[in-house]
């Protein structure tokens, strides 16, 4: 029979051992302390009462005040926060475990990969089964304050957001009743639940998905280059990059009206009309979840927040590089919608006429938008006894 000791117990077994000054059995060390979840905050947070909150300069900015187009000081839209530190960490173990895929070959950081700005660097995912998914994975930085999830904004949380991969054949293809049975199994995972909520080893389906939801809202990228010098410190962009931001917020490229800062998004859809890589058929995108006509061809606005990470651009994967994704944007009103399409397009989307050298800025730009300094630790073993899987294997 298989003897389990508790995490407590063996601590105080290594402590008493080393007072009696004997080498320290390597089994106690592996087996001990290894998987017991942090007390403190990620890099940004702070505790406050049993939660983490963001503590950024954003905040106190007023959104009315300077709140035109890409102002410089316009307050954030709300985060999801206040998870307390061990429901966080424990979605972070979660996030890197196979042991959420149907076959135990993939975690959410296959497609999510944290050395790839938190994407996958294809066009198109591709799913535990070899499956072509039918869009391009997006970055999770900053996904704690998007109201609306997926490129044509079907889910409207994070929590309702992850069915569509962890249950979905395409992508993971588990079912909720084996996601159960494999955590349950693990005396890792039960110990790690009873930390994270009050006790409980039970594990529920929900008290997955607030773990995962709690890490994936911890994933803050605000200080880039672009944000020093938002926040008054001027030196932070050279001049290129000035130069990239006002023609990103000018009248004429009208980037900064729909990624508008700080997020880089304004969050609403729009189409813009994009184009399909050779031989796909037009993706309906919003249209095909609210039956409304005029969104065909519709997208949510994407942040561009370590966009410089993320390539292939759009959620069709069809632009290799930044500065693919903008010429599109001086390609004529409608240049790329199929014959036979008429597209509602944004009254936004029109010609600009950007130079080469414009568009050299605007990509300039977009590059001082990097920033990894939160970025969380990679686990190098997980709960499950299963091997952490990190990017397409
Ligand atoms: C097979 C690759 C794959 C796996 C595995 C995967 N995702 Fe995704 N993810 C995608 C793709 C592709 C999209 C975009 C799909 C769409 O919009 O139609 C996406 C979208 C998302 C979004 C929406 C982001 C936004 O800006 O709207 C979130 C959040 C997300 N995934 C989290 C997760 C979590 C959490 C897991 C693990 C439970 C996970 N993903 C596993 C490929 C994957
Ligand atoms: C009318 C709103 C609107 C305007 C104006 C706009 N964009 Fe976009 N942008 C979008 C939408 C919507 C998408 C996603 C489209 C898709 O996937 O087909 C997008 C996608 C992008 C992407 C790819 C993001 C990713 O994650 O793949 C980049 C880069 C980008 N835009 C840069 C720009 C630049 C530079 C400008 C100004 C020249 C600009 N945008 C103007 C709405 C807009």
Redesign the pocket.
Known sequence: MEKRYSARALRRLAVALCLLWLPLPATVHAAGAEFSLKDYCPAGFQLNGEGCYLQSLYASYDSLQDSGVGGLKTGLPELRQGFSPRQIDLGRLLFFDPVLSGDHSMSCASCHDPNKGFSDGRALSVGSKGQLAKR?A??LWNVGFLKRLF?DARASSLEEQMLGPLYDSHEMANTPEQLLTDLRASSAYRELFAQAFNGDSSIQLDQVYTAIAAFESSLISLNSRYDLYAHGYHEALNEAEIEGMN??RSFV???A???TPPLFSHQQ??????PEPNNRPL?P?VAAVTGDASQR????????RN?AL?A????????AT?RE??E???GGRGHAVPPGEKLSL????WE?K?TGEELDR?VDF?GALTDESFMPQIPASVPSGLAPVVGVQ
């Open positions: 391009s997006p970055s490129w023609i990103f490229a009208r980037c009206e729909c990624h859809i729009a189409v813009i009309g994009t993706d995108g061809g519709g997208f949510k606005v994407p942040s561009l966009i993320t292939p651009y759009m959620h069709s994967g069809r632009f930044l994704a903008a599109f944007y001086t944004h009254w936004h989307i600009p950007l605007l977009m």
